[in-house]
């Protein structure tokens, strides 16, 4: 089992910067590739970032390439997500979760084994 338990989330004017984290407990961290995705009201959960296990490879949804990174600390069981030039259709309840799949980055929530619970991200215009 892998326990996992975002923060850092909050609200932010349009054009501003959220730091989430996610820190994992249980088995072993860089054993699993990490992916934030996220929810807004009415629509369907997406993939926003992801990371290998081995850190070498990042994968970013296209609304958010570029302004949006993902990084690991294995020594501290943590991933990151950097949200800067925020906007407000990034609004949504954002989710890390834990896969074991394999070194490389998958964009699907059925390969995430394990999910935390959520923090809220709310971007005022």
């Known amino acids: 089992q892998v326990q996992l338990v975002e923060s850092g989330g909050g609200l932010v004017q349009a054009g501003g910067s959220l730091r989430l984290s996610c820190a994992a407990s249980g088995r072993t961290f860089s054993n699993y590739a990490m992916g934030w995705f996220r929810q807004a009201p009415g629509k369907e959960r997406e993939f926003v970032a992801g990371i290998s296990w081995s850190g070498s490879t990042t994968y970013y949804e296209h609304s958010v390439k570029g302004r949006f990174t993902i990084s690991r600390d294995d020594a501290k069981n943590t991933v990151y997500l950097q949200m800067n030039s925020l906007k407000p259709e990034d609004t949504a309840v954002y989710y890390c979760?834990?896969?074991?799949?394999?070194?490389?980055?998958?964009?699907?929530?059925?390969?995430?084994?394990?999910w935390g619970q959520g923090t809220q991200v709310t971007v005022s215009s």
């Open positions: 979760a834990a896969g074991s799949y394999g070194d490389y980055v998958r964009t699907i929530e059925r390969y995430y084994d394990y």
